[in-house]
């Protein structure tokens, strides 16, 4: 029998066992955001923040891209001392303070990606002592100065490509005592400190692709002791002198797409263990074998106009005894073109009498021992000062003269005969005669950027036969003389943006057969017609943005090369599909900022087969057809329609290739009419941004997040001009669109008991330590 003192024993301990096992009860989630209590995760995707929100101090995870946060304020995480990972990309962020991410030492990954930050501060990551992952890569950094990095001691991994910088001072990575990766690509760099990668002793692969380096960094990278990869693809460089690459564990070398014509058979003298040397798509003709690397297993020369004669033999005979395996074929002569150099035999190489081959090289000897006489022999400790003009600096070693912004009114003359880089910007020239250049033959790279020209005559740059690359941009150019490019059949690489030309340059530009990037940005070309406009030229990727174009004729852009077309900015009314019908290898295509009100039927029809990124932002587009995609389906990987008046959208499923979409600040109208739409988006892996334009209580929110779409019926569906209803249930299983429970939790000041549980329990930290957190 129970007495009554047992009985209130029994119900205290029901009691007891009814608290212990119900819900633990945690802070509030912000508004407009989601909240997960098992993952200590928060989501504010997408909700227009201007300030970070308030969420709850255990927060361990909180994601706040595509916000508009612009400052990150000194101390702005204070209230979330537990982050692990923190995601601020695209958030409009252009500062971040000194201070702003104080008192988040267990912060491990934070991503800063595609913002407008411009300039890297002293102790813009102070307190971030655990870091291990930094993205800041598609942002504007101009600058950063020594010290921003040097409290991140466990950092791994630091994306900084895609931004703007143009120099590293020394010590600039000062403190990264853990790096493993570090990228660089797609910058602007010109020049690199000696001591830039100092301190840099963990890394094991750098990226500095598609800069602007005319010269291997040696001394920068001789501070890399443990770097075994290194990607150096798409920069300037002409030649690779004696032990230029100084690398003692490199193995992997791209040196891809750049415009080397030659390089010392010294040049990997110093990098024993490379193992695979990438030269693919340079200019090189010729090749000595390689001294130095006696693991090497791949040498890539595919894509170089390789002379297949008795000079490559002592290559082929070296490669053969070595174990080299040697991509690439041979362009000459006619008789061996497109032979494999793997399969070709030292036999078949041969001179058939050396005559004009011998001659030349006589004649380069001869040229040299005119150009060395006098000179104190390569030996000689003391230097010889060279001759340069007046008001300029002429360097010897590096091949480089500037006589930027000296007020000059005439092109000075007496550079040194090796000069491969000449800078001339900011000059006032106006009028360039003919033969302005003389004794410029080995000239590579030539800026007369902002020179106040006006006219150039025919054959002023006659003479300059290895030039590539040429900047004529901001200047005053009206027309172009038809033989204005007469002996510079070699350039790649022209800027004219900036001027005020009126036609498209075809005559002159048909002098240019090798022509690979071409800039035409910023000018007030009207009409680009059939007649003449790209029939001889080659061009991979023609830049016409900013002009005042409004026609484009049928066949206006004839050219099967053309990779990259930049249209953006300019004043069409339409698809301009008849004049890419002979487009056919067209891979990108910009149109952004055009008047183009409606998009028609099969308007990308003629580059169905190759479009892979199409850009149409900010264009005030209100009618897209329902078949005006679809003729792109597995070719196309990336679209974009952001900012325009699109109310409602052709069925995408057609797009099979897709990797990203971009429907942001279009007044779609968020009701069951968009329901495939919605089911569309969450069978795709990648990531869709979409937001409401309408009803007004949803305007501005994410089409993933929003509930509306609960109550639809399944056969919901976009009904459109001529199209039929998409079979949703080949998308989604019904009754996925049901909304996410969020269980709410009441603020709590300090971090209570079960919370430091649960965080223990999810972190693994030790008792003792979480107490002193706690604290």
């Given amino acids: ?131 291990k992952e930094l993205h800041l890569d598609h942002n504007r950094i101009e600058e950063i100065q020594p010290g921003a990095f040097s409290q991140l001691g466990h950092l791994n991994m630091l994306a900084l490509n895609h931004n703007q910088l143009v120099y590293i001072p020394n010590l600039v990575f000062q403190g990264l005592q853990s790096i493993k990766l570090l990228r660089m690509g797609h910058n602007s760099l010109n020049n690199l400190a000696p001591e830039a990668f100092a301190g840099l002793y963990t890394l094991s692969r750098l990226s500095l692709d598609h800069n602007e380096l005319q010269f291997f960094p040696t001394q920068a990278m001789m501070r890399l002791t443990e770097v075994t990869h290194l990607d150096m693809s798409y920069n300037t460089m ?49 090749m000595e074998p390689l001294s130095g690397p006696e693991k090497l297993d791949i040498l890539n020369l595919t894509g170089n106009p390789i002379y297949c004669n008795c000079y490559l033999k002592p290559l082929k005979e070296w490669a053969t005894a070595k174990g080299v395996k040697l991509l690439g074929a041979c362009t000459e002569p006619p008789h061996l073109s497109e032979e494999l150099l793997q399969e070709v035999t030292s036999s078949d190489l041969r001179c ?10 006589e ?89 106040g020209i006006h006219e150039i005559e025919g054959g002023a740059f006659q003479g300059m036969n290895s030039l590539l690359y040429l900047y004529l941009s901001d200047n005053n150019l009206t027309l172009l003389d038809p033989k204005i490019f007469a002996g510079i059949q070699n350039l790649t690489y022209l800027h004219l943006e900036g001027n005020q030309l009126t036609q498209f340059p075809g005559s002159a530009l048909s002098l240019l057969p090798n022509l690979f990037v071409l800039h035409l940005e910023r000018n007030n070309i009207s009409k680009l017609e059939p007649s003449g406009l790209l029939s001889s030229v080659t061009p991979t990727e023609l830049s016409l943005s900013n002009n005042s174009t409004n026609v484009m004729a049928r066949g206006a852009l004839t050219s099967a090369s053309i990779g990259c077309l930049y249209l953006d900015s300019n004043r069409l009314t339409e698809v301009p599909t008849s004049a890419l019908t002979k487009t056919p290898n067209l891979e990108e295509l910009s149109l952004s900022q055009n008047p183009i009100l409606r998009v028609g039927r099969k308007a990308f029809q003629p580059i169905s087969q190759s479009l892979k990124r199409l850009y ?20 196309l990987r990336h679209l974009t329609v952001r900012g325009n008046q699109l109310k409602e959208l052709p069925d995408l499923r057609p797009l099979t290739g897709l990797e990203g979409v971009d429907l942001r600040d279009n007044p779609l ?69 049901k909304p996410p429970k969020v269980k709410t939790r009441p603020a709590k000041s300090k971090l209570s008991k079960s919370s430091k549980k649960r965080l223990q329990k999810k972190s693994g930290t030790p008792k003792k330590t979480m107490n002193k957190m706690a604290l």
């Fill in 1 to 131: 029998m129970f007495t009554p003192q047992m009985l209130l024993l029994s119900a205290v301990a029901l009691l007891l066992l009814l608290t212990l096992s119900s819900p633990v009860k945690t802070g509030k989630c912000p508004k407009d955001c989601s909240c997960d209590n098992t993952k200590l995760s928060v989501v504010c995707v997408g909700k227009k923040l201007t300030e970070i929100p308030s969420a709850d101090e255990i927060t361990v995870k909180l994601d706040l891209r595509n916000n508009n946060l612009q400052i990150l304020p000194r101390g702005a995480f204070l209230h979330t001392p537990y982050l692990t990972h923190l995601n601020l990309q695209r958030c409009n962020v252009i500062k971040v303070k000194e201070g702003a991410f104080h008192a988040l030492g267990r912060l491990v990954f934070l991503n800063l990606a595609y913002n407008k930050i411009d300039f890297l501060y002293q102790e813009s990551f102070d307190g971030l002592s655990s870091l």
């Fill in 238 to 286: 002409t030649y690779l002198g004696e032990e230029a690459v100084t690398m003692r564990k490199l193995r992997h070398l791209l040196l891809r797409h750049m415009s080397l014509q030659d390089l010392s058979e010294q040049a990997f003298s110093k990098a024993p263990f490379l193992s695979h040397v990438d030269l693919s798509l340079n200019q090189l003709r010729y």
């Fill in 352 to 361: 058939h009498g050396g005559s004009q081959s011998l001659g030349e090289k």
């Fill in 363 to 451: 004649e380069e000897e001869e040229q040299n021992k005119e150009e060395n006489k006098g000179n104190i022999t390569a030996t000689a400790k003391p230097k010889q000062r060279v001759k340069c003009p007046s008001n300029c600096k002429c360097d010897i070693e590096t091949h480089h003269a500037t006589c930027e912004g000296q007020g000059h009114t005439k092109v000075p003359r007496g550079f040194p005969a090796k000069t491969q880089l000449l800078e001339l910007r900011g000059n006032h020239f106006h009028y360039l005669p003919a033969l302005s250049f003389p004794g410029t033959g080995k000239l590579v790279s030539l800026h007369l950027e902002s020179c």
């Fill in 616 to 635: 149409m932002d900010h264009m005030g587009m209100e009618k897209m057809s329902e078949d005006a995609l679809q003729d792109l389906g597995s070719a």
């Fill in 669 to 737: 109208l968020c009701d069951c009419a968009l329901l495939p739409l919605r089911r569309w988006m969450e069978s795709v892996r990648f990531e869709v941004t979409a937001t409401c334009g309408n009803p007004p209580d949803l305007r501005g929110q994410q089409v993933r997040d929003i509930n509306v779409f609960a109550s639809c019926s399944e056969n919901a569906s976009i009904k459109q001009e001529g199209s039929r209803e998409p079979k949703l249930s080949t998308i989604t299983k019904p009754g996925s669109l």
